[in-house]
């Protein structure tokens, strides 16, 4: 037995040869021949990606840049004397490790929650007799059996099929389930072997015996999967930029305190060593000690909001990258449409109906212009829908709210049809009992049943594509009149299904005929396919389509809105693949829709051309996909990608974010995958587009916010130095680094958890040259904020010189006067940050907007600043350590004065900046 054989190779063999390969018989293997098997092959399991251990993912929260930069940090704090405040930095940076792994671990928890394994149990036949087997022992030469509603376990090769037809599109992306025959046929495509069927695809309808010739590993599906495997994800964008940020803020840092060890040396006149000291302290100030609780927590909010709205983020940093998202290569099928095939028109010789309800259990209607239908005055039409009824082998049933089919989507939807009209199925095919089928194959193209009608008559209900249907017959029904099908006839039944098609509809042709009554069920059982299906009479048409999500338009509308391409992939035909494109709003009239055929053909370049303008890609196997997203990211792009077949995987893997479908999914597609959506809804990805975009915006909200309070941090020494000491220390290192780590804090935090701010998804995405320390960033942290915010704690300080007698006494540089003055600064560089926060929450919108109060960590940042602030003022063991003195009522009211001016001020230059943004003229 070669292992090396896939699927595929079996196929043209005849079946005893199979059987010779794996030393198998029609009546499966013996036991003792499956244990030494197993012990060769192993188990029929396909292989997860290996996956990092705990340990070294507990331990990457503590190396990243920025932590190491914390470490340093907290080191320098030691060196510099302040031990309390360096043991401080190691603690947050010790919790936001720790913080960050927990998220990473539930949402690794979330996500396996969802992954589910092959079918538990197999129908097998081991020492001849059929036995209930785990599937994951399965074994090369085993033969089982199938029937509607079971998924294949294995790669295997049909020996008997009765009416199997099988959903492939796990391998293929093709919605339209395939026939499957023991007689061998190519077919077309990919996995299109008649008598193959493939691990991890579906059964829809009908029974089969088969044989297994591969598994595990070694079937399609593990070979993708070990495909997916191989391939390494690239470092996120956020990962990138944060590492961008830590070294700009480090050399930021470090040029800071040589300046200023430079200054106190040369201009102070400050021996070497306090020079050092008080050049470390600056160094610490500068150094953003929340940034890294700021991120983590942001994303964990993401992750927790986007959870609410259907999407399982794997891991934390993915969910910024969606917000740089510049192209969705997103499915048809399930994500851009409901999954539900369903009878949107019937046509007749004289009348064409309109069927309300898009979707099953939506309580449509028949309707004739506009107006519902009364079946008891349509007899054509209660014929149609109960021979589409009683040809019929596919159940629909009601579980929890939601369809269960057990059959075949497009038979589902004649049945849905039957239901609209108000036809009672069980007690309709109880009155017509059904006598002998002939099931439908790939050849015919259609199905047909005969049924006792009324105790006395016999009727062939038949169904079909209309080309094969058609050409057996000679009569149509015309208002309950049955006369001949003439030429006029067949033109007028040909364009009616050729404008159908053109919607992107699928019809299918509905035809009767009524046999000699007195046959016998000896000779009805004899009846052969070719004398029974002939001379039919034709009753009209049905056309059906799989309707698109109705959150969906919505959905393109945003994207469109925020500069976000979106690329229809799918496995369907052109005209469907279009006809939803263009419905709902995906593309225009004159989109190109380039097919897999012709995308095997183009070259890069002829690619890369025609993803710049409006495209579709149609009938397409889903390891193009991998193409497709590949030159897309040649082209500057960043791309999300969806899917849920296990040929998807390379794809996703492959794509910057890689989304898979939780209801649809393969476990290879959600291994692979950045993103899962539990409700397989595009709507969720433009959501989760919105809360990756929120994300960076916090992050720059964050880093306006911290670096505005290093402006009068800093402000202070400058003072000090410039004056030659003249001017002491306005603010003491340890009162700087209780701004940092302290006061800071908690604000600075409760900025990553906001909201996204309206209008953010009227946005383009953000480029991949710009960053989160830009211009904008600078001018308002250093220009504006922090520039305000010096000037009031400077004046706060001067002021309360000149309450203790300045200018008539020098300025005070010890005792309790000068530690009245130092107070008074870092309490008003306190209240300027509260101001300071509230007006970060937005960069364009009024807070107002957003909820003055919807952020209640920023509130609760805000009562915990000042109550700190008053316990280093009014507790004597810290005021000693903290250089602080008590505050007075007086003092009060003049800090409380401080914010809602600076809030008030900055809502008045957003609404200027809206203003002029509205109107440039103005």
């Given amino acids: 037995m070669d292992q090396q054989k896939t699927g595929r190779d079996f196929a043209a063999e005849d079946i005893q040869s199979v059987y010779k390969e794996f030393n198998s018989t029609s009546s499966g293997l013996t036991s003792q021949q499956a244990t030494d098997l197993l012990t060769k092959v192993g188990t029929n399991t396909i292989q997860k990606a290996q996956r990092e251990s705990q340990f070294k993912i507990f331990i990457k929260n503590f190396i990243s840049l920025m932590a190491i930069l914390l470490w340093v940090s907290g080191f320098v704090a030691i060196v510099a004397g302040t031990t309390e405040l360096g043991i401080a930095i190691w603690c947050v940076n010790i919790i936001n490790g720790c913080f960050s792994f927990y998220q990473q671990r539930a949402a690794q928890k979330a996500t396996d929650s969802l992954l589910k394994m092959l079918p538990s149990y197999t129908r097998v036949f081991r020492d001849g007799d059929p036995q209930q087997i785990e599937t994951s022992q399965m074994v090369p030469g085993d033969v089982f059996t199938l029937q509607a509603g079971d998924s294949v376990p294995t790669d295997a090769r049909i020996i008997e099929a009765t009416s199997l037809q099988v959903d492939e599109s796990a391998l293929t992306g093709e919605s339209v389930p395939e026939s499957k025959t023991a007689k061998y046929s190519k077919g077309e495509g990919q996995f299109a072997e008649s008598n193959i069927i493939y691990a991890g695809t579906n059964v829809g309808s009908g029974t089969a015996t088969a044989i297994t010739v591969a598994t595990g590993m070694n079937t399609e599906f593990g070979r993708i999967a070990k495909l997916t495997h191989s391939q390494k994800r690239a470092t996120s964008p ?49 150094i953003p000690e929340g940034l890294l609780p700021t991120v983590t927590l942001s994303l964990a909010r993401g992750v927790q909001r986007m959870a609410k709205k259907h999407a399982i983020v794997k891991d934390l940093n993915s969910i910024e990258t969606l917000g740089e998202t510049t192209v969705i290569c997103s499915d048809k099928t399930g994500t851009l449409t409901q999954n539900q095939m369903t009878i949107d028109h019937v046509w007749l010789a004289r009348k064409a109906y309109e069927v309300t309800g898009k979707g099953y259990y939506n309580n449509g209607k028949i309707q004739y212009q506009g107006q519902d239908v009364d079946l008891n005055k349509e007899s054509d039409l209660d014929l149609l829908i109960r021979v589409a009824a009683l040809d019929n082998d596919t159940e629909v049933q009601n579980v929890g709210g939601k369809a269960k089919i057990l059959g075949t989507p497009t038979e589902a939807s004649l049945i849905i049809l039957s239901q609209k009209a108000g036809v009672d199925l069980k007690a309709n095919r109880q009155k017509f009992p059904r006598l002998k089928e002939f099931p439908f194959d790939s050849d015919r193209k259609r199905m047909s049943t005969i049924h006792r009608i009324d105790d006395t008559e016999l009727r062939l209900c038949l169904k079909g594509s209309l080309s094969d249907t058609l050409k057996l017959c000679s009569f149509i029904l015309d208002n309950g009149q049955v006369r001949p099908l003439t030429a006029e006839d067949h033109q007028k039944i040909s364009d009616v299904n050729k404008g159908y098609a053109a919607q992107g509809l699928r019809s299918m042709a509905i035809a009767y005929r009524d046999l000699d009554s007195s046959l016998t069920a000896e000779q009805i059982d004899q009846l052969s396919i070719d004398k029974t299906e002939q001379q039919l009479i034709f009753i009209g048409l049905t056309a059906m389509s799989d309707p698109p999500r109705e959150e969906v338009f919505d959905a393109v509308k945003k994207c469109h809105a925020a500069n976000i391409k979106i690329i229809m992939v799918t496995g369907d035909s052109t005209l469907t693949a279009k006809s939803i494109a263009t419905q709902i709003g995906l593309v225009g009239d004159k989109a190109r829709v380039i097919t897999g055929t012709e995308l095997d053909e183009m070259s890069n370049q002829e690619l890369s051309d025609a993803l710049a303008g409006e495209v579709i890609f149609a009938r397409v196997a889903p390891e193009q996909k991998y193409k497709i997203v590949s030159t897309l990211q040649d082209r500057g792009e960043i791309v999300a990608s969806t899917g849920d077949g296990v040929n998807d995987a390379p794809a996703l893997k492959k794509a910057d974010i890689g989304v898979a479908m939780g209801k649809m999914g393969t476990d290879v597609a959600k291994d692979a995958a950045d993103m899962i959506l539990t409700d397989d809804n595009f709507a969720s ?43 002491p220390l306005p603010l003491t ?112 919108a009024s807070v107002f907007k957003n909820g003055l109060f919807s952020n209640h960590l920023i509130w609760f940042g805000i009562v915990f600043e000042v109550a700190l602030l008053a316990v280093l003022v009014y507790t004597p063991f810290l005021q000693d350590l903290f250089n602080t003195a008590p505050l007075n009522a007086r003092d009060w009211l003049f800090l409380i004065a401080i914010p809602i001016p600076l809030f008030l001020i900055e809502e008045l230059r957003k609404y200027v900046a809206r203003r002029m943004a509205a109107d440039p003229l103005s």
């Avoid at 930021?252 to 021996?271: D, Q, R, S």
């Avoid at 250093?782 to 006494?809: D, E, H, K």
């Avoid at 003055?821 to 008003?828: D, E, G």
Wanted: proline share 4%.
């Fill in 238 to 286: 956020l990962q990138l930029e944060l590492n961008r940020l830590t070294k700009q803020i480090s050399m930021i840092a470090i040029a800071i305190g040589v300046a200023f060890f430079l200054a106190a040396i040369f201009f102070v006149k400050y021996p070497v060593a306090q020079s050092f000291i008080f050049a470390l302290g600056m160094i610490v100030a500068f």
């Fill in 685 to 727: 990805i433009v959501s989760a587009i919105e809360e990756g975009r929120a994300v960076y915006s916090n992050i720059q909200k964050f880093l306006i916010y911290i670096l505005t309070s290093n402006v009068p941090e800093a402000t202070p020494s400058i003072l000090f130095l410039f004056s030659r000491g003249l001017i």
């Fill in 733 to 844: 290192v340890m009162q700087i680094l209780t701004v940092d780590l302290g006061t800071d804090l908690i604000p600075a935090i409760g900025l990553g958890s906001e909201q996204a701010e309206p209008g953010i998804m009227n946005q383009p995405p953000r480029r991949r040259d710009a960053h989160l320390l830009n211009k904008t960033v600078i001018w308002k942290a250093f220009a504006w904020y922090g520039l305000i915010a010096s000037v009031i704690s400077t004046f706060a300080y001067f002021f309360t010189n000149m309450q203790n007698g300045w200018p008539s006494v020098a300025l005070f540089s010890s005792g309790y006067n000068y530690r009245e003055a130092t107070t008074m600064t870092l309490a008003a560089i306190v209240f300027t940050q509260i101001a300071a926060v509230m007006n970060c929450r937005t960069q364009k």
